[in-house]
Antibody, heavy 118, light 112 residues
Framework: EVQLVESGGGLVQPGGSLRLSCAAS????????MNWVRQAPGKGLEWVSY????????YYADSVKGRFTISRDNAKNSLYLQMNSLRAEDTAVYYC???????????WGRGTLVTVSS | DIVMTQTPLSLSVTPGQPASISCKSS???????????LYWYLQKPGQPPQLLIY???NRFSGVPDRFSGSGSGTDFTLKISRVEAEDVGVYYC?????????FGPGTKVDIK
């Protein structure tokens, strides 16, 4: 089955760190770019970061630049998001989304909830 | 950043009736390669977003033909020819011609 499964979310204090993972299966992960998109509770969608298939190109939203780091391990079919210096406004469900030929998000995981609170 | 706006923000539709959602971008989404980088997603309750339409008017794999997209430049429309109960959720337009990728605020569609 073609799918993406996120993990690693949880409750963290302001200023803390968390590492999210996204496990891909059912397709050739190394052929696709990937994105992280987040959704604060009851709010809309916000793009967070992009990584090309070979990791040669990486982009971040201004809101997370310098605090978050996207990476991937094509041998393990996995995408990561290292989140440091977390703030309350980073509280959201974080989705990984595949960058297919059709669209930047042609396949999405179910998301993992990150809550930043003291 | 490119700002995406949607109207209406909510829509209540009788099953079998049509529905239409407008999306406008603050800049043209027409690229020099000839493609227009506008997409439509549906987020059903409790689910992640799913791709409906790519590059303005192309239905993604498995999307029913009651969904159609149109428009050009900065003005776009998603139409549902006959709304069904399974179409409830929040519809988002999104652009990818320029980073950061940006989404519209969403249009919540429910059934009367």
């Amino acid at each position: 089955e073609v799918q993406l499964v996120e993990s690693g979310g949880g409750l963290v204090q302001p200023g803390g760190s968390l590492r999210l993972s996204c496990a891909a299966s059912g397709f050739t992960f190394s052929s696709y770019s990937m994105n992280w998109v987040r959704q604060a509770p009851g709010k809309g969608l916000e793009w967070v970061s992009y990584i090309s298939s070979s990791s040669s190109t990486i982009y971040y939203a201004d809101s997370v630049k310098g605090r978050f780091t996207i990476s991937r391990d094509n041998a393990k079919n996995s995408l990561y998001l290292q989140m440091n210096s977390l703030r309350a406004e980073d509280t959201a469900v974080y989705y990984c989304a595949r960058g297919g030929k059709a669209a930047p998000g042609d396949l999405w995981g179910r998301g993992t909830l990150v809550t930043v609170s003291s | 950043d490119i700002v995406m706006t949607q109207t209406p923000l909510s829509l209540s539709v009788t099953p079998g009736q049509p529905a239409s959602i407008s999306c406008k971008s603050s800049q043209s989404l027409l690229h020099s390669d000839g493609k227009t980088y506008l997409y439509w997603y549906l987020q059903k309750p409790g689910q992640p977003p799913q791709l409906l339409i790519y590059e303005v008017s192309n239905r993604f794999s498995g999307v029913p033909d009651r969904f159609s997209g149109s428009g050009s430049g900065t003005d776009f429309t998603l139409k549902i020819s006959r709304v069904e109960a399974e179409d409830v959720g929040v519809y988002y337009c999104m652009q990818s011609i320029q980073l950061p990728l940006t989404f519209g605020p969403g249009t919540k569609v429910d059934i009367k």
